[in-house]
């Protein structure tokens, strides 16, 4: 009887623990990728989250001038995630959209980090680029990404040095769509 219940609680305690340690595991917001042959891939937040991951400085400017940001942000490469549909090459385009009808479209070179724009603190485009890695970003500072603010995924471009800011049109809130075309 005894052990019986100490079986009981070490399974509890599991149980408790698997829920504290997967915070996405909730989350009710399909992702569809589309890969250059048509294929469809469905994959829910926790699976996203339970990709390997990067980590770095977001920070971004909305055209009419208002910062967000500096984020400590999480996410995968989009160019990481798309291997789960057989990956981006060159000469192919990356289509991001969103719930609200927002798309945005990444070339394969910006994928890789490059002709993306980046400005200092006064807002004057960098002459030396900082690293930047667009990302499907799932955490900022620590925690699970808020809807209000465009989770549970954004688009988001990290960069390696901190004090960067990158263009906010390029952060697309509530993405649920990611095709490969070309
Ligand atoms: N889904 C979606 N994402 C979007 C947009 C949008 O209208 N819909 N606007 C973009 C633009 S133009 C900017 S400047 C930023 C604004 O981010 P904010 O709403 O967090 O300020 O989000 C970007 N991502
Ligand atoms: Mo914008």
Redesign the pocket.
Known sequence: MRNLLLILVIFACICAAGCISDPYAEIDWPLTLVGADGNEKVMTVSEIASLPSVNGNGYAV??VG?K?GPYNITGVPLIELLNQVGGVHEGQTVHVS?A?G?LWVFSYEQLLGEDLLCLDANLKEMKNPATMTPILMYAADGAPYPYD??GPLRVATMTAEPDVITE??L????VDRIEIHG
């Open positions: 909305s055209t208002i967000y969103a609200d927002y603010d465009g906010g049109s952060w697309v809130k509530w």
